[in-house]
Antibody, heavy 115, light 107 residues
Framework: QVQLVQSGAEVKKPGASVKVSCKAS????????MHWVRQAPGQGLEWMGR????????DYAQNFQGRVTMTRDTSTSTVYMELSSLRSEDTAVYYC????????WGQGTLVTVSS | EIVLTQSPGTLSLSPGERATLSCRAS??????LAWYQQKPGQAPRLLIY???SRATGIPDRFSGSGSGTDFTLTISRLEPEDFAVYYC?????????FGQGTRLEIK
């Protein structure tokens, strides 16, 4: 069965970076784009960008341009999302989700940015 | 970017009743619209894609309709587990965007 398993919660100071992983299983990793979506506490969903696991090409939302980097490791079927220059407003649950309409989601990773 | 506006913000109904949720796009998204259900502490769950296709394992009391700019999610007879927040999402144009959500609560 398809599973997306994310790394654990993180606490970071303002200005730091965070790297969240998402390990896929149960399907051909290179056949589906992977997206990242975040949700601030009590708020709605915000699309951050996507990566093509096959060739590694990326497409980022303008709100995150210059601060986000998405990469993948095909040997372990894992995608990564790194967000830099963290500020308190980046406190959120970060999700990976498969393909253009998000049929499978990771369990979410809480990133807390606090001094 | 395309703005999705969901209405109502909150819908109060009783189990067994019919729920109708609306999503309006600021410009046409053709049929590239999905609906998700989210319960507290959980990741969203895909209900509908392509405006009207039910995702795997979704009960047939959930149905989606519409195209262009106006879309509807209908839950024919509410079950206790249906009370949650519902989001629409368009994926026809980058950046993909979500509506602000409709909270479906027990009356």
């Amino acid at each position: 069965q398809v599973q997306l398993v994310q790394s654990g919660a993180e606490v970071k100071k303002p200005g730091a970076s965070v790297k969240v992983s998402c390990k896929a299983s149960g399907y051909t990793f290179t056949s589906y784009y992977m997206h990242w979506v975040r949700q601030a506490p009590g708020q709605g969903l915000e699309w951050m960008g996507r990566i093509n696991p096959s060739g590694g090409s990326t497409d980022y939302a303008q709100n995150f341009q210059g601060r986000v980097t998405m990469t993948r490791d095909t040997s372990t079927s894992t995608v990564y999302m790194e967000l830099s220059s963290l500020r308190s407003e980046d406190t959120a649950v970060y999700y990976c989700a498969r393909q253009i309409y998000f049929d499978y989601w990771g369990q979410g990773t809480l990133v807390t940015v606090s001094s | 970017e395309i703005v999705l506006t969901q209405s109502p913000g909150t819908l109060s109904l009783s189990p067994g009743e019919r729920a109708t949720l609306s999503c309006r796009a600021s410009q046409s998204v053709s049929s590239y619209l999905a609906w998700y259900q989210q319960k507290p502490g959980q990741a969203p769950r895909l209900l509908i894609y392509g405006a009207s296709s039910r995702a795997t394992g979704i009960p047939d009391r959930f149905s989606g309709s519409g195209s262009g700019t106006d879309f509807t999610l209908t839950i024919s007879r509410l079950e206790p587990e249906d009370f949650a927040v519902y989001y629409c999402q368009q994926y026809g144009s980058s950046p993909q965007t979500f509506g602000q959500g409709t909270r479906l609560e027990i009356k």
